[in-house]
């Protein structure tokens, strides 16, 4: 069975709960962070977030919008991370049969610092991150100890404005086409972002580029 996130943009309102939960439930310590003139914080996705609220202000027909990104792994269906890993180092990332979920283990210790690059390289959302004290390559793992005890992930547990969810696959797409289609009345460009190639559907209302330059895969 393939379990989908269906993360809908126009309910995020940057709490940032789904954030603070994932490092929570992954026992993943706080971060020095700095105001950069931003409210993202931390500047992007580390070994110490593997969710993260991205934010852009992006001009459109005269007035300013205020997009927000909740960005994490996509649990793509044919992850490309697991492809470069594999030319290298077997077991070393997992799709996990029963959920979709697309796992790194501790093998990915075993790659080297330029295999990783390449793992990371390979990734068409730039999600993979090395861990340098353990050594291994870190990402969102969809909280598969959740989701095999019937569990919600902890990112769509936490997010109190239903703009994360999370089920089997033909439902996400399901409820998402249905938002989408209404949406496309205001929003013309409001679209599901990749939808056959990913289990993290986003629903965006502009431009992909317009909420940042990974939103959308780079697949080359
Ligand atoms: S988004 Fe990147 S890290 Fe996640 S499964 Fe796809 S290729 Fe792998
Ligand atoms: S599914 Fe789990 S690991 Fe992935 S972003 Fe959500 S809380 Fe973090």
Request: proline content about 5%; charged content about 25%; glycine content about 6%.
């Amino acid at each position: 069975m393939q379990m989908t996130f269906f993360i809908d943009t126009t309910r995020c309102t940057a709490c940032r709960g789904c954030q603070v939960a994932c490092k929570e439930w992954h026992g993943l310590r706080a971060n020095k962070t700095l105001q950069r003139g931003t409210h993202q914080n931390p500047p992007d996705l580390n070994s110490l977030n593997y969710k993260l609220v991205r934010f852009a202000e992006y001009k459109k027909n005269g007035r300013v919008v205020w997009y927000f990104f909740p960005d994490q792994c996509r649990h793509c269906q044919m992850p490309l991370c697991k492809e470069a890993s594999d030319l290298h180092v077997d077991g070393a990332i997992l799709k996990d049969t029963a959920t979709g979920a697309v796992i790194f283990t501790d093998r990915t210790r075993l790659l080297t610092p330029d295999q990783m690059k390449e793992v990371i390289t390979y990734c068409p959302y730039n999600i993979p991150r090395i861990d340098t004290g353990a050594g291994t390559l870190v990402k969102c793992d969809m909280c598969i100890d959740r989701v095999r005890q019937n569990l919600l992930p902890m990112c769509v547990k936490t997010c109190p404005t239903g703009a994360m969810n999370f089920g089997v696959r033909s439902e996400m797409l399901k409820m998402g086409e249905q938002k989408a289609k209404e949406l496309k009345k205001e929003w013309p460009e409001a679209q599901l972002v990749d939808r056959e190639d990913v289990n993290a559907l986003f629903l965006l209302t502009d431009d992909p580029k317009a909420y940042f330059q990974s939103a959308q895969g780079q697949r080359s």
